[in-house]
């Protein structure tokens, strides 16, 4: 028993109490009864004992008192004992010695040196500041020294004793080290290791040890495997308390670590309170020193709760702060408020060969009132894949013209350039309007050219993938900014091509629709459009899941579709094989179908091929030249061929369900009927199978994403680098919505009473040491 479990169980008996559980004639006796128990505890702590003798006075009348006094006093008493978590279960590091500042190398700290900050260092560790946020993964409880006769199986025990015999044994290859140790109430246990010969010596007879480890008992015999120790020579040296456990490599040991951190967050003490006061209030959240301490060597588990309730409020409401603080730096600035008479949109509607949607209608009105207005537009169209997203952005490409200014389109990658830029050029130019494209493999002294024109205003929209955000792609008047597949690029990628110009509009397209609360941590005050609507007389895709073994009759099936003129898609999730994985890669697949289909024709595309390569197979694949075309995942986004309607996913289980939705949506760009099969191996797990056969069974683009975000988290939803959703530590952005929003709120409060964040300097500070990066790309 610890004041902890104290004073927990002193709030459960106040609520049995309000619970009505108690009778009010035995309600005081038991409680004094409670408190005597644990008076050894409570007297340890200064000024306690006196709080709760005063306490317990209060409630010895209370079987006398008008009901709802009674209930008054207990709720009170509620309200104490939370009080008295707050002034005994948290405390704050020591008051540091030295004066240090906290960028000061790691290596200067007592106990690091040259050799383990260079492996500190490896875990992102530089400075002091850095080990504040060094996160432990978890933690030990080694509160209380147990007597070994205390100790149960399979408890985490912390015991203090003397060893009093020693023996090695050989069991075949296993070199075995057992020894004795004895408490002082005379109980035995063992301490055994295997093969770490080194512990000879660390370890004698005769030696005083303080060790923790799990317990294990077998036939009434007690042992810990490779037990933590201590030697010591007295018990006041005795490492206890509740102890991190950090995330560690090779060469770094927690011991060691431990010290080095109960040293370093003693500095916290220098970092001044970043959390307005009112915040802080409001949650009743604890400060700086305190949940740094509280993360890292909690005095109590009421203590580590309180400091992740902190620290998780904090990442969030600064993160909060960085994508306000954009949207309010955008808004800020003047926008181009575009004069736009139409008459282009109208004619290029009415050359189009078919009606546009009224979800089409609606968004691209949405767009256009916002190039209206003088303040840059900030919208994502979310749109399922084959919903017609391009022919949108291709009307507000020209809006844009007609209003005298340059466009310009990034997507991801080159394939999809090319694409795209075929597209435009046969819909715009007929119309005027000069198109050109710019990729990282594009001819020095055709790129020249380009950045020439482009500023002579010879080029009217430029489309290109990562090489149009380079410094030298300088444009006469940019007006408006397409991004397609926006969640491909990251926030950095992105400001850098909306700093090209004087605030032009942006919009962002995706198909990989992401919940609300989701997009508005990520994007701030995004407003977003939504295409509703597939066109009209479009079949939804039948998603078939197969096993490999049954791959022949699908061959045959895809044979007859092939001889009705239509194409198909097999693609594979490698290029080359592996033998470890044993994959089949598209390459040697190529080999084989190449065969099977003859008749048809057969291509192959991948990632490893010359862009030049990969557009000439496209290209004739588009004309029809041949018509089975095996590749990889570089078909993944936009490409178009409408009479395909076969997509053959080998291996399917190893994509992720937004990839799977965007591959399948490959196909089912006409009015055919079309199919996408989903090859699994057998030895895929019943859980797997089953999110593939959800996701056969929906063709809803939001659907997908939701099963998707769920099961791969956030992190890996949207890619590894390029997402620009930092590296939470606390915060969980799809499960803890209220949270998110509590925060958002906050920060509009803030910002709404102090937009310059005068009268909050030291937030500033951090918010500007955390993502400082991307808020200064604003500033120019
Ligand atoms: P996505 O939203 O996936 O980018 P696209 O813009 O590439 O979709 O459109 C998919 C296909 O649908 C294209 O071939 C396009 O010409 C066609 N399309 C677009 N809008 C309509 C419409 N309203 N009616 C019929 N077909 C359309
Ligand atoms: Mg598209």
Redesign the pocket.
Known sequence: MNLEDYFNELESYLKIGLDGKISWKNFFPQLYNLCKKSINIIKKEKGLKEKIGSFLAYYKPIAVLPDERKIKRVKQGLELVEKLRRQYLIDEPEVPHKDLPLKTDIKFIRGVGNKRATMMRELGINNIEDTFYFFPRDYEDRREIKAIIDCYHGQNCLIVGRIINFEEKKVGTLKILSYVLEDKHDSVIVLTWFNQDYIKRFLQIGMKVAVYGTVEVEFGRKQIKNPDFQVITSIKEVKTGILPIYPLKKGLYQNSMRTIFSETIQYSHNVKEFLPEEIINKYQFITFPQRIKGIHFPKSYYHLEKAKETLKYEEIFLFEFSVLIQKQKIQLKEGISKNIKGILAKEFIFSLP????KS?IKVFEEIREDMKKAIPMNRLLQ?D???????VSELALIDNYESGYQGAVMVPTSVLAKQQYKKLKEDLEKLGIKVEILLGETKKSEKKKIKENLLNNQIDVLIGTHALIQDDVIFKNLGLVVIDEQHRFGVKQRLALINKGKMPDILFMT?TPIPRTLAMTLYGDLDVSLITEM??GRKKVKTVLVKENKINEIYKFIEKELESKNQAFFVYPLIEESEVLDLKAATEMYEILKERFKKYGVGLLHGKMSSEEKNNIMEKFVNKEFSVLISTTVIEV?V?I?DATIMVIEHAERFGLSQLHQLR?RVG?SKKQAYCFLIVSQSVSGETREKLRKFADTTNGFEVSEIDLQWRGPGKFFGTEQHGLPDFKFIDILNDPELIEKARKDVFEILKKDPELKDHKNLKKEIYRRYGKSLKMLEA
């Open positions: 078919f009606k546009l949607t089409q749109g894949v084959g919903s017609g997203k391009t022919v198909a066109p009209s936009g178009d409408p949506g760009r």
